[in-house]
């Protein structure tokens, strides 16, 4: 009697095949959306930032990840794509501390808590700050935009 082998793969793993093709598909939509080509460092990239949920990083945090994940990219192309985003509107830069920007993947109209002790960005809840009185802007401008980050340290913990 002959024995018939199943090649196929197992279910479970058509399915995880199945998902990454449709996230895959996500991305190259997204990115085509936003008048960007999809490259392979595009679309690795925005598996990264997005495929976690809206969050906040600086290039430096991207770099890391797409080296743990296995994507060899320089800073200087972390860099470039997250300003590509920037200018595309996938991304929001918000600086917090002197020379280091971090990205945010929410791009609604929203504030921040910085932590100096972490480096870490934190979304300020909806309604709990309100801003007026701002300034006419100059002839010929329009705001676009207002950022609040408000920084936070950590309460140092009296000694016992």
């Known amino acids: 009697m002959a024995t018939i082998m199943d090649h196929r793969a197992p279910s479970h793993t058509l399915d995880a095949r199945s998902a990454s093709r449709q996230q895959s598909f996500c991305v190259f939509e997204r990115l085509r959306a936003a008048g960007l080509r999809p490259t392979r460092q595009?679309?690795?990239?925005?598996?990264?930032?997005?495929?976690?949920?809206?969050?906040?990083?600086?290039?430096?945090?991207?770099?890391?990840?797409?080296?743990?994940?296995?994507?060899?990219?320089?800073?200087?192309?972390?860099?470039?794509t997250l300003h590509q985003f920037t200018d595309a509107g996938l991304v929001r830069p918000l600086s917090a501390e002197g020379q280091r920007t971090y990205f945010d993947t929410n791009?609604?109209?929203h504030f921040h808590f910085f932590v100096e002790n972490d480096n870490t960005m934190i979304d300020i809840p909806d309604g709990t700050i309100s801003v007026s009185d701002l300034p006419e802007p100059p002839e010929g401008m329009e705001i676009v935009n207002v950022?609040?980050?408000?920084?936070?340290?950590r309460k140092a913990v009296p000694a016992a």
């Open 42 to 80: 595009r679309v690795a990239l925005c598996n990264l930032i997005f495929g976690a949920g809206d969050r906040h990083l600086s290039a430096e945090d991207l770099h890391d990840e797409a080296h743990k994940a296995g994507e060899p990219v320089s800073l200087a192309t972390v860099y470039n």
């Open 147 to 153: 950022d609040v980050v408000v920084r936070l340290r």
């Open 107 to 109: 791009t609604s109209d």
